[in-house]
């Protein structure tokens, strides 16, 4: 569990949600401006931050920090266990501690004897270096090695193992079992690699994570890859995005994966748009920019708008979502719950869309109407055979007539 009865409490791990993390990049010490960054990583969604204590005046900031944020707060320790100790102090709420980099056991050692008195739970995260040198570690390394061969990084997958199996043994010594894991690397397949035999191995609650994943350009794909793939096998319990860029965007990455994988109920907009071709017959790509702009402000309950190029699709995705326009011939044919309400010049597809959303949303408050619900079955019409185009039957206004096969 973390959290205290101000913040509320959540578990990880178990049968609880997965839970998504960022952390702030601002000092911690410059208090008003790392409250603001704190809460606006949690009104995007954000369910823990994390926060680096480099130094005590980072830890005596806490005390003025955590009355004032909307989310649970860990502290990221690095070297000094000093920094824990007054971190658990000033009333954090969970503890991320690399045993490796600290160089005493028993300042360890006393990190943990806090974190159990106060119920609070540390992650212990891989990483190279190791402050214990267990007598058998060559030994293990060389079996685990060996056991690890077939993969793409088998020792660097030995050593991620052999290393927190060092790690664990310190906390069992002191009886300490509120423990969160994580095994963090850049390289995708190691990631999902190490995971996976580390859920097989340890009891504990994962902590999900491709470290340092570059640039969001490129880091979102190995991210999504390695995440999703780990999520969609029922391995992780919380999630952290590492992207060099505005760490909101790590925040909503974190949530679309968790969305695409019905592992939590979306919030807002699913968007669905059509990446166009040589049928495209209005400006597409800036209807798109400016209807997910506007409705990411104006809706809040998760309806499916889709947002097609032309008519050999178009329909289709009509048919799935709530709300929907396909163009044809600089026009947007406008269906909200498989019923066509709307047929309008390209430059009235947008405030007509919005207003049909927000009247869609407002129904659904009231009741009237429920999402994924349809009032009309579209027939798609058949594109390639007696269709064409689609254009002239746009044109004609036919295009809910025509059937497919000419049936
Ligand atoms: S919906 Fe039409 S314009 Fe968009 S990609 Fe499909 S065929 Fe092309």
Not at 100 to 107: E, P, V
Not at 225 to 239: C, P, Q, Y
Request: with cysteine; aromatic share 4%.
């Amino acid at each position: 569990m973390v959290g205290d009865d101000r913040v509320g409490r959540f578990g990880i791990g178990g049968d609880a949600r997965v839970a998504v993390q960022t952390m702030t990049a601002g000092y911690t010490h410059d208090i008003d401006a790392c409250v603001a960054e704190i809460n606006r990583y949690a009104d995007a969604g954000a369910d823990i931050v994390r926060v680096a204590v480099p130094e005590r005046k980072d830890t005596e900031a806490l005390k003025q920090i955590i009355p004032q944020v909307k989310v649970p707060l860990v502290a990221d320790v690095h070297f000094h266990f000093q920094r824990a100790l007054e971190a658990v102090e000033a009333g954090i709420h969970k503890i991320r501690l690399n045993p490796g980099n600290i160089s005493d056991r028993d300042q360890v050692n006393k990190v943990i004897d806090a974190c159990k008195e106060r119920g609070i739970p540390i992650r212990i995260g891989v990483n190279e270096g190791s402050i214990i040198e267990r007598k058998d570690k060559q030994r293990r390394a060389e079996e685990l090695g060996m056991y690890f061969e077939g993969h793409k990084s088998g020792h660097l997958l030995a050593l991620m193992v052999a290393k927190l199996e060092e790690y664990l043994d310190i906390f069992h010594a002191r009886g300490f079992e509120d423990i969160v894991i994580s095994a963090k690397s850049m390289d995708a397949q190691l990631c999902i690699d190490a995971y996976t035999e580390i859920a097989k191995r340890f009891p504990y609650p994962l902590h999900l994570g491709v470290t340092h994943a570059g640039p969001k350009s490129t880091g979102t794909i190995r991210t999504a890859v390695a995440l999703g793939t780990l999520l969609a096998n029922g391995i992780g319990d919380t999630i952290r995005i590492s992207y060099a860029s505005d760490h909101i965007d790590e925040v909503k990455d974190g949530l679309e994966i968790l969305y695409c994988l019905g592992l939590r109920t979306r919030k807002g907009v699913e968007l669905i748009a059509c990446p166009t071709c040589g049928r495209i017959q209005v400006d597409l790509f800036s209807l798109v920019k400016e209807v997910e702009r506007k409705l990411d402000k104006e809706i809040t309950l998760p309806i499916k708008v889709a947002v097609m190029g032309c008519v050999v699709n178009g329909p289709g995705e009509a048919e799935g979502a709530d709300v929907a326009v396909f163009a044809g011939d600089r026009r947007g044919i406008i269906y909200v719950q498989g019923q066509r309400v709307a047929n309008v010049p390209e430059e009235e597809i947008l405030p007509r869309l919005l207003q049909e959303c927000k009247e869609f949303e407002a129904k659904v408050n009231r009741g009237e109407a429920k999402l994924g619900e349809k009032i009309v079955e579209i027939v798609p019409p058949d594109p390639i055979g007696e269709l064409g185009s689609g254009v002239d039957r746009i044109r004609k206004g036919l295009v809910e007539k025509v059937t497919v096969g000419g049936q």
